[in-house]
Structure formats: C-alpha cells, structure tokens
C-alpha cells in the first residue's frame, strides 16, 4: 500500500482564493519531503526542498510567497498555493525518504490535480 | 550539471513488438542512482528500477529490462513483448551523493502507445 498519501488528489478553485495541499508520510518519519510540480506533458520539476523544524529550499525561479510550505511535523508537510491564477493550474507531487534496513529511498504521493479557473 | 535526456518524445508500436525507451544522464558525482518511474494517465508514478552507479549488472524482471552503461552514462530500458496496459509516459531519473538527497532530476519523459 500506499507510504506516502497526498491529498486531495483533484482540487478546483477560483482565482485569486488559495489551495492546500497536504502530503504525509505513513508509518515512518520525514524530516526532509520534496515538492515536484508537472505541467501537462511536461517533465516534473523539482519546487522546493520541505525542511521539518526550518524553512523551506526553493529551487531557482520558484516563489516563496506564492508556493508557502510548511513542515508541520515529521510526517506531514504542506504546500500552500497563494492567490492561485490559472498558470498555477499543475500536477503537483510530493516524495518523502524512507530509511530502511539496507537503504533510504524516496516514495512518491499520487499527486494532486490543481485547476485554476 | 546534472541533467537526464531522453531523447524519443514518443514512441508508438504494435502489441507484441520489443520497445527500447532510452537515458543519457550527466552527473559529476561518483555515487548516483538511477530509476525509471512508470506514470499512467492517472499521474501517480509507478517504480520499476533503481540502480546505484557502482552496480552495473543489467536487470531483467520479466517482460522489463534494464542496461546500464557507464563508459556511455546511459540507462536504457526495454519492453519485451510490448502490450497495451504498458502504455504511459515513462521517466528515467537521477540522485546524487553519497546519502541520497532524493532530489530527483527527471528527464522530459518518453511517452509509449502500445497499438492493439
């Protein structure tokens, strides 16, 4: 089953209003979670770096104030799409490490379906 | 600079034909790892592999194929036997360093339409 549940998987909303998007990890702890964003048929691009405990690390080109993540805890960080306008309209994707007994390896969300109208 | 390539944009081919989804990647890092990640229609990404860059063997898992070539900085995959639930858009994937910051740099995607 799923380790990492991202939610919601389908959002609408009207521009201007803002979306959250949660990704938690499930039966394990994450002090670092990654948010990837894909624009229809396009690659994903990797946003931001979700830090628990300290701010977030955005990638070049990303806004800070238009995309708010917060690491609320060890197993759920948020990404907050402010003022959305329908450029925002994405698939958005979150992944979390997980260390296990030979390795860590990274589990992806299902990702969320963000509409802008 | 890291960076994934991968050059076919789409691939179409007949059921039951063989199918070779290519990967350049460029890294300066000694210890990398390799994915191919599977997404269907849907959009949740599906694993299929992932490679460290000191294990070269080559993979098989049942129709599925892996051939990782250093010297050339590839990591091709093959479908044998191609069938139409194989068709999606697959992405191979780079991370670097020795612990593994799971920051992936996907290439742009190959997307494959297995014709009935």
């Known amino acids: 089953g799923a380790v990492v549940s991202q939610h919601p998987s389908r959002v609408i909303c009207k521009s201007g209003t803002s979306v959250k998007i949660e990704c938690r990890s499930l039966d394990f702890q994450a002090t670092t979670m990654f948010w990837y964003r894909q624009f229809p048929k396009q690659s994903l691009m990797l946003m931001a770096t979700?830090?628990?405990?300290?701010?977030?690390?955005?990638e070049q080109g990303v806004e800070k104030d238009k995309f708010l993540i917060n690491h609320a805890s060890l197993t759920l960080s948020t990404l907050t799409v402010t003022s959305a306008h329908p450029e925002d309209s994405s698939f958005y994707i979150c992944?979390?490490?997980?260390?296990?007994?030979?390795?860590?390896?990274?589990?992806f969300g299902q990702g969320t379906r963000l509409t802008v109208v | 600079a890291q960076k994934v390539t991968q050059a076919q944009t789409e691939i179409s081919v007949v059921e039951k034909e063989d199918v070779t989804l290519d990967c350049v990647y460029e890294t300066r890092d000694t210890t990398y790892y390799l994915f191919w990640y599977k997404q269907p229609p849907s959009g949740e990404l599906v694993f299929l592999i992932r490679?460290?860059?000191?294990?070269?063997q080559n993979e098989i898992s049942g129709r599925y194929s892996w051939n990782f070539q250093k010297s050339t900085s590839s990591f091709n995959f093959t479908i044998t036997a191609s069938q139409v639930v194989d068709s999606a858009v697959y992405f191979c994937a780079l991370s670097e360093g020795t612990s593994g910051t799971y920051k992936y740099i996907f290439g742009t995607g190959t997307r494959l339409k297995v014709l009935a």
């Open positions: 490679r460290n860059s000191f294990d070269e």
């Open positions: 992944s979390a490490p997980r260390t296990g007994f030979s390795r860590t390896e990274a589990f």
């Open positions: 979700s830090n628990e405990g300290s701010k977030a690390t955005y």
